[in-house]
């Protein structure tokens, strides 16, 4: 990478994002995705050279050992951080208006963040001290919706991933399964355009694990585009296309599309 290419993703030099056009049935379009992270004199390409599409209504999972650069793709996708080179552009109006998130700047990405994509994580990362209603309507309440849109919204998502029965309940009144179940009603609850997830099985066992997995596949029939990073090679199976990571670089593409039951026989 030249130092010019550099210095164009350091924050003096994002402006603003320019729209471009783009294929209006992609949601996502990865290009050159770089990212060196620097400690003392020593510097680790944790991803290097990245390109991949995800198109509407796609469910893709990228699969990786550990260290392979799956949780550095979902901070740079998830507008968590900025990779080094490379571009993110996403189809923010859904008619094919794209955006460089990488272009821009600090506010933008964190609206970005917090209107068009949906997060997932490993270890939940769900408020302690809020309820489960609570955590669900935070990203509503940042986005300034109002109290009805709020309450119907975060009544019905709650009700679709099963825990009506739990809104009063606090994270640590809940099993392992009904926090990410909970995380997936809070990644939803502002339509984003695509869903990111790290590793959101990683903590659960395989009964919670394929419960997850189900949710995932009803809310790619519903028409929701997914991208989520594993190392459980099993589960990745159901996932439209799978795509392998090593070492930061994407080495195979391959169909997915198995059927759920069945993924831990064999
Ligand atoms: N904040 C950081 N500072 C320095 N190195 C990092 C940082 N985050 C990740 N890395 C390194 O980048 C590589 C990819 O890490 P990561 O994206 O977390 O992989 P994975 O999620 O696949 O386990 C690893 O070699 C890791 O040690
Ligand atoms: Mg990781």
Do not use: W
Not at 7 to 17: D, I, M, P, V
Not at 149 to 175: A, C, F, I, N, Y
């Amino acid at each position: 990478m030249s130092t010019s290419e550099k210095k164009k993703l350091n924050k003096e030099q994002r402006s603003t994002a320019q729209a471009v056009r783009m294929d209006p049935d992609t949601i996502l379009e990865v290009s050159g995705l770089t990212k060196v992270y620097t400690m003392g004199s020593s510097k680790v390409t944790a991803l290097n050279n990245i390109n991949l599409t995800v198109k509407k209504g796609e469910f893709i999972a990228i699969v990786g050992p550990s260290g392979s650069g799956k949780t550095t793709t979902i901070n740079c996708l998830g507008a968590l951080d900025f990779p080094d080179a490379g571009k993110i552009i996403y189809n923010v109006d859904g008619k094919g208006m794209g955006l460089d998130i990488t272009q821009m700047t600090n506010k933008q990405h964190k609206k970005m963040r917090l209107k068009k994509i949906g997060l997932i994580f490993q270890f939940y990362n769900l408020f302690p001290i809020l309820t489960a209603y609570e955590n669900v309507e935070l990203p509503m309440l940042l986005a300034k919706k109002d109290q009805k849109e709020r309450k119907e919204k975060v009544q019905s998502l709650l009700k679709r991933v099963g825990l009506d029965k739990r809104m009063e309940h606090r994270p640590t009144q809940m099993s392992g399964g009904e926090q990410q179940r909970l995380t997936i009603a809070r990644s939803l609850v502002n339509e984003p355009l695509i869903i990111l997830a790290d590793e959101p099985t990683g903590e659960l066992d395989t009964d919670t694990t394929t419960n997850i997995m189900k949710i995932f596949l009803e809310l790619k029939e519903a028409g929701q585009s997914i991208l989520m990073v594993t190392h459980n090679t099993r589960i990745a199976e159901v996932a439209d296309k799978i795509l392998t990571l090593v070492d930061g670089q994407i080495t195979d593409e391959r169909k997915g599309g198995k059927p759920l039951e069945g993924i831990y026989k064999t």
